[in-house]
């Protein structure tokens, strides 16, 4: 196990590296200037050969590079165009709210998603199947945002059920900790903030949680029956094991393989869906801050917060794969 | 925006343990031909996929008038956009232009982004996937390493440098969403022609004495269309989203009232108080598109592996 | 744990229950913020939240040029002056009066007694003296157009100029000349100078604090600029709220200051929220979460009235233009710049896209503006004329791209993508083909546009800081520029020399006939001075709004709607 760990973390390291080399590229061969992002409209050539100096944007580019990968080894991914802001702890104090949203979709999805999936697969063909499986694909062909909005207008302004924007209300004293809202309630027992925290998720996670909720429910109906036919349960059903028994010993253990992996294949696509939900919901993560980064050019936070998901990615995958082998033995010894 | 994608990505995996290839073409060709012959949802999908296809295409004789025209720009105000009446079946948009033809005109151009952008990225991965499975060794490992590096990036991310880097037009668009499915394509493959290495038919041609290059090329690649013909139906499903999304951060065509779905969608958000059809009709046309793509692929996919159809 | 564990019976029934009490707790909730509303209600003012843009740059507004900096500085920093409520004229402020010598180079400022800063020492000559020379000594980073906008922009230089774009400095000297009295030398007249002094970027802060907290240890090298301690946490001045907390990315917290010298707020608790999608910010405020929000939609004022929301204009101190790039060939052509505008239908214009109430503009500045003229020529709506004038011209039919902004709303530009499409209809209806170019406002589209020739028509604006017309036309056609593309000594030595003019009286028929040379130029079409709104919740009472966004919240009260 910690050999598979160590290759994996080993394989990293190329993937990385070629990562920001790309991205210092990419992005340098971007249109505009961002001397210019940072002065507004009225800004006068000076000022901006000025701030192009002050940022370095008018040394060559390998030394750009350089001085990047460089100040990246000591923990600086310098300061963001827009805001003057150190990018690591931006990315730092907004990461909490990104993981806390994330986690939220991942427990919709998976709360829903395998009851859902595996009562479509026992009673295959029945409405309940053809409703999960026709829900799941209107999860899948919806765009995020559109979901988004719809969920918005419907729970917060037309119910007013749920807020609309957002982590917490703003009128509530909450202490922050961890900066996971809810864990922070929990923590300082102030249960109004915990609540209201809650509340606040509750539609991002929906929206965000749809696509995966979508792809929970189908992988794990198409291997609940998939492992149904094979032939240990069909011998354990011969042997009069009632059927309860069975799925909970022989199906669900086996189902949850693909479902475990499918899993943290969708972490990247969580924080790509996060870009959008977080913008719309105004749910201060780091996919917020994207959005604004992508729509001003603000090359270091650009920079710093893609590799940063990549690392996220690559280190949930990770423990996807660990977690993999833990639930099939097999996969341990290759 | 990834979903369609990574849908596929991850149910084909069962697929595959079952390559194409075992049973004999002609048979195997005709046994999923009825396979999908009996299959509702690809009924459905079909019907959806055709008449998208027709309306795109005939566009100018089904659309009451010219798009992205905003012949009736005076009719619009701030809080205002007229409804359906007499001239214009479902009223106009809020840059004056008739709804429905701008919604006519929108499957054309999801149509050619959604085709352009998916051809682009079948080509490119399908390039990767050969040389990575048919190659085999460090081309594999550099191949598979470039591929990582492209997965590690979100798809919308990576969309997004592109379109930023090409420019604003839906060029950039066809080809940021091309080099989001490339890595799919190109690991899609790979499995696929890794699977077959090792089996009978891969070693009695190999005994035979053809070339390594030949077996892959002609006997190994079109083995594994199956599976891509299925990703690329399901990758149109993808496309349609994804401009929308892309749509959404402020990317594509540079004419703000161009008759595009996503970009109409997008548009009403800031009306959706007022005028809530500017967003209904884009936004079911983007969706039963989508969803007519991947019951179609779905259905193939369940056709050619029929283990997962019990 | 693994799966096989877990009971499936009881993880079902606990999603169902957790969904079931999910779905209970929201209608309890909604019962519980009503509540808490109600307790905070009452007698006192209770908590207001406006939603901003964005998060405030810094809390040190003289490092500063943006709005949202702006808006959370006014209700902490006041300057020597201020301006008379709801417009754009210089009113006493900490200054209670001031005079300027016969030449213009000095103004001696009467200062109100009895102020104090948040941190409790006296604001006196010495303070005001502190902050003009704390602003005059910048060196390095602090020079650079980004954190120096406003001094490099009004006082050209510092004590030792670093880089390029500075020159010889109006500044000259500061003279206490007993407690409550100041004198301020310049070396060359400048009328704007007390009009300016109402710019939050001048406004007067604790110079004790700043040295305690090394306000102006900005810090850092010089590829990694950070701001003090005092900018982040430790702003003080002399306004009525005092600096609460900042969570970054969230809220800034402000508190009343009780020692405030003029009328103490009423509000218990100001929270500025930043939610940078303005959808965001309209729905925020119909669900109850804020109190009010700036910029407000076009679309969205009559609908938001009609739901029984305030809707709050402020006087439009701004202009909005269509630019017209003489480095293109066809735009050189006089005929067919006026062609344009007699193509345009400003009122259409101004009925389709911009907020109620706007008034279509005839120069670059609106009528509130010393200097503002009445005869200006004038290019009514006529497409006829408009045609003909192009066949004079040699162009019956015309291609011409036309770059416009996206993702962006200005508040003298609320939705560029409506007027964009609305001239384009319009100049379509002559023959003038628009080839469109929809450029990301920051920085693609203001790189093209003030960066390279490469463009045709634009849009864009300016909103005015202050009463100056050399903030407005000035600040436009003051020397040569990519934006417009045209060489005329003659303005550009008529603008600097009217803003040399040592008094406004002497500048009114100065840039009166300036706004007239320009009309008759025609470098481009004034569109309209846009009204910019301002949305309330029900129960807001009390807020003034301001052309030139001076609006203090002291006066503000937030009651109870239940």
Not at chain 2, 237 to 246: F, G, M, Q, W
Not at chain 3, 86 to 96: D, I, M, N, R, V
Not at chain 3, 121 to 144: H, I, K, M, P
Not at chain 3, 296 to 313: C, Y
């Amino acid at each position: 196990m910690l050999s598979l760990v160590l290759r994996r973390l080993g394989l990293l390291v190329p993937v990385l590296l070629g990562l920001s080399v790309l991205l210092f590229a990419w992005l340098r061969a971007l249109p505009g200037d961002p001397a210019r992002a940072m002065l507004g409209e009225r800004a006068t050539p000076a000022g901006i050969a000025a701030v192009n100096r002050l940022y370095g944007f008018d040394q060559p580019l390998w030394q750009q590079y350089f001085t990047y990968l460089g100040r990246m080894a000591t923990g600086n991914f310098g300061n963001s165009t827009r805001t003057g802001q150190p990018v690591l702890s931006t990315f730092l104090e907004r990461f909490p709210a990104t993981v806390e949203l994330a986690l939220a979709a991942l427990l919709v999805a998976i709360c829903l998603g395998i009851p859902l999936g595996y009562f479509a697969a026992r009673r295959n063909g029945s409405w309940l199947d053809h409703l999960a499986v026709g829900g799941s694909l209107l999860g899948v062909v919806v765009p995020v945002f559109f979901l988004a909005f719809l969920l918005k207008w419907l729970f917060a302004l037309e119910l007013g059920w749920l807020p609309t924007t957002g982590r917490q209300n703003p009128r509530i004293d909450a202490t922050h900790i961890t900066n996971l809202y809810v864990l922070d309630g929990l923590m300082t027992r102030e249960w109004d903030a915990a609540w209201d925290a809650v509340l606040h998720l509750v539609l991002p996670a929906m929206a965000l949680g749809a696509i995966p909720l979508a792809i929970v429910v189908r992988i794990t109906r198409a291997s609940v029956l998939d492992v149904l036919n094979e032939d240990h349960v069909r011998t354990a059903e011969a042997k009069g094991l009632l059927r309860g028994t069975v799925s909970r010993r022989h199906v669900l253990r086996n189902a949850m393989l693909p479902v475990s992996t499918t899993l943290g294949l969708q972490a990247g696509a969580l924080l790509a869906g996060a870009v959008l939900t977080e913008t719309v919901f105004a749910f201060n993560g780091i996919g917020e801050y994207l959005f604004q980064a992508v729509n001003q050019l603000d090359y270091p936070v650009l920079q710093g917060f893609i590799l940063a998901i990549a690392v996220i990615y690559a280190v949930v995958n990770l423990l996807v794969d660990i977690s993999y082998g833990l639930l099939d033995p097999r996969v341990r010894v290759s | 925006m990834t979903a369609a994608t990574t849908v596929t990505a991850a149910t084909a995996e069962p697929g595959q343990e079952q390559p194409p290839g075992r049973v004999s073409g002609t048979g195997r060709a005709r046994a999923s031909w009825d396979r999908l012959r009996r299959d509702p949802a690809a009924w459905v999908g079909a019907a959806i996929v055709t008449a998208f296809v027709v309306v795109a295409v005939a566009a100018p004789l089904i659309a009451p008038y010219e798009p992205a025209g905003s012949q009736w720009i005076r009719q619009i105000t701030p809080s205002d956009v007229p409804g359906p009446s007499e001239e214009h079946l479902l009223g106009l948009d809020s840059f004056g232009s008739d709804l429905f033809t701008q919604l006519v005109y929108g499957a054309r151009q999801s149509l050619v982004i959604g085709v352009v952008s998916t051809l682009l990225g079948l080509l490119a991965g399908t390039v990767l996937g050969v040389l990575s499975g048919g190659i085999g060794g460090w081309v594999d490992t550099a191949v598979m390493r470039v591929v990582d590096i492209m997965l590690s990036v979100p798809a919308l991310l990576l969309a997004v440098s592109v379109a930023a880097m090409v420019g604003r037009s839906s060029t950039s668009v066809m080809v940021a969403i091309a080099v989001a499915q490339v890595p799919i394509f190109a690991r899609l493959l790979r499995a696929s022609l890794l699977s077959q290495r090792g089996q009978d038919y891969v070693l009695a041609l190999r005994s035979l004495g053809l070339r390594e290059r030949r077996i892959v090329v002609s006997h190994m690649l079109p083995n594994s269309l199956g599976p891509l013909l299925v990703q690329a139906t399901l990758v149109l499903a993808t496309a349609v989203i994804e401009v929308a999304a892309l749509s959404f951060l402020g990317l594509g065509d540079p004419d703000p009232a161009v008759a595009e779905w996503g970009r109409m969608l997008v548009k009403a958000q800031e009306r959706l108080q007022n005028d809530p059809q500017l967003a209904l009709w884009p936004g079911v046309c983007i969706a039963v598109t989508a969803l007519g793509f991947t019951l179609l692929g779905e259905s193939l996919r369940q056709a050619l592996d029929p283990r997962a159809r019990r | 744990m693994s799966w096989s564990d877990l009971p499936l019976r009881k993880l079902v029934t606990g999603v169902a229950v957790a969904a079931l009490a999910l779905t209970a707790g929201c209608a309890e909730s909604q019962r519980e913020e009503n509540d808490s509303a109600e307790g905070t209600g009452g007698d006192t003012g209770g908590t207001f939240v406006f939603a901003a843009s964005s998060d405030p740059a810094t809390l040190d507004p003289s490092f500063a040029s943006d709005g949202e900096t702006f808006r959370v500085a006014r209700q902490m920093f006041e300057g020597l002056v201020g301006t008379k409520p709801g417009t754009a004229e210089p009113a006493p402020l900490l200054a209670k009066s001031w005079e300027s010598s016969e030449d213009g180079l000095s103004y001696t400022f009467e200062l109100e007694d009895g102020v104090t800063f948040h941190d409790g020492t006296d604001f006196n000559a010495d303070a005001v003296c502190a902050n003009f020379e704390r602003w005059y000594n910048r060196t390095g980073l602090a020079q650079s157009e980004n954190l120096s906008y406003y001094y490099r922009s009004l006082f050209r230089g510092f004590e030792q100029n670093e880089g390029e774009g500075l020159g010889e400095p109006l500044y000259k000297s500061c003279e206490p000349e007993d407690e409550d009295t100041v004198t301020i030398n310049l070396n060359r007249p400048f009328a704007g100078f007390v009009a300016a002094m109402s710019l939050p970027a001048f406004s007067m802060q604790s110079p004790t604090a700043i040295e305690k907290y090394k306000g102006d240890d900005i810090g850092g090298t010089a590829d990694d600029p950070r701001f003090s301690e005092y900018a982040s946490a430790h702003p003080t001045g002399t306004g009525p709220f005092k600096f609460g907390s900042w969570e970054r990315g969230q809220q800034v917290t402000l508190e009343p200051y009780e020692e405030y010298w003029g009328d103490k707020a009423k509000l218990d608790k100001v929270i500025v929220k930043t939610i940078s999608d303005g959808t965001a910010r309209r729905q925020a405020l119909q669900n109850g979460e804020i109190d009010g929000y700036d910029l407000v939609a076009p679309a969205d004022v009559a609908g938001l009235e009609s739901e029984g929301f305030q809707i709050e204009q402020r006087k439009p101190f701004n202009i909005l233009y269509l630019g017209m790039n003489q480095a293109h060939p066809a735009l050189q052509d006089p005929r067919v710049r006026q062609a344009i505008a007699h193509a345009i239908d400003k009122e259409a214009l101004v009925s389709g896209t911009l907020p109620e109430g706007t008034e279509p503009a005839t120069q670059f500045m609106p009528d509130t503006v010393t200097g503002y003229a009445e005869d200006v020529p004038t290019y009514e709506y006529d497409p006829e004329k408009a045609k003909a004038l192009l066949a004079e011209a040699g162009f019956p039919t015309l291609e011409i791209p036309f770059q416009y902004p996206t993702g962006v709303s200005r508040p003298y530009m609320p939705s560029p993508e409506d007027t964009f499409k609305n001239i384009s209809a319009q100049l379509s209806e002559v023959g003038i083909t628009v080839k469109p170019e929809g450029l990301k406002w920051s920085p693609d589209y203001l790189d093209r546009i003030q960066g390279t020739a490469d463009h045709g028509l634009h849009l864009l604006g300016w909103t005015g800081d202050y009463n100056d017309p050399d903030n407005f036309v000035g600040v436009f056609f003051g020397k040569p520029s990519n934006e417009w593309g045209f060489n005329d000594p003659a303005l550009f030595e008529a603008l600097e020399d009217a803003r040399g003019l040592p008094t406004v009286d002497e500048q009114v028929p100065a840039y009166e006939s300036i706004n007239k040379q320009i009309m008759t130029m025609l470098p481009g079409v004034p569109l309209a001075s846009p009204v910019p709104s301002l949305a309330f919740a029900e129960g807001v009472k009390g807020y003034q709004p301001s052309p030139v966004q001076d609006e203090v919240w002291n006066s503000v009260t937030v009651e109870d709607e239940g």
